[in-house]
């Protein structure tokens, strides 16, 4: 019986997560949870043979869950599924030891390859990330300013350039508007800028937004 935790915080992909599952793989059994405490307190309990993690979860994105999961569970492997571009988060979540990256709108049959991959053993990777790594690799010397920001810094700059207000971000984030207040300060600080609307540019220039 293979184990997988689907933790997002929308029912609806959960859903859908374990109808394709269920119909594509043997004997799978899985389970959901909704944020990231719920899925760190099944971990705790359990264990899984494959873990699906969003990275928009509320009170606590998934990649700052992510090293927590690894340390209670070193071994099972953490496929990150997101709908946020491979090019904002790809990188990052391989670096910390997550074992594939997927956009939320690979088609089904991806899907299915990456977690039987996953569970496996192996890493899964598209071939548009393994471009990007590849590239990067070449280019570290040229390291795009948005690299210097903390995983939920980044979260917040690709809100704020696909166009939501400091109210919405901090309502989807569970946080006081004070507290997106700081981010966005931040995030002006160390990318030396000085408006949103730059914000913006930079961020639509460099593929952080679809």
């Known amino acids: 019986m293979t184990r997988i935790l689907i933790a997002d915080d929308h029912a609806v992909v959960r859903q859908g997560l374990i109808e394709i599952l269920t119909h594509a793989l043997k004997d799978v059994v899985c389970s959901e949870a909704a ?62 030891n997550a074992s594939g990256y997927l956009n939320k709108t690979c088609a089904c049959e991806e899907l299915i390859q990456a977690v039987r991959k996953v569970i496996a053993g192996g890493r899964y990777i598209s071939e548009a990330l393994a471009e990007k790594l590849a590239l990067d690799s070449l280019e570290e010397q040229d390291k795009p300013l948005h690299e210097n920001l903390s995983h939920r810094e980044l979260e917040v700059l690709c809100m704020i350039a696909s166009g939501k207000t400091l109210s919405q971000i901090a309502a989807v984030l569970h946080v006081a508007l004070t507290t997106v207040s700081s981010y966005r300060a931040r995030i002006l600080e160390k990318m030396k800028m000085t408006s949103t609307a730059e914000l913006m540019h930079y961020a639509l220039w460099n593929e952080l937004v679809q």
């Open 35 to 96: 944020d990231a405490q719920e899925a760190f307190s099944q971990v705790q309990r359990h264990d899984w043979h494959l873990i699906i993690l969003d990275i928009s979860l509320p009170g606590r994105s998934g990649i700052d869950l992510l090293p927590d999961l690894k340390r209670v569970r070193s071994k099972t492997p953490v496929l990150i599924l997101s709908a946020h571009p491979e090019a904002m988060y790809g990188k990052r979540v391989l670096q910390a």
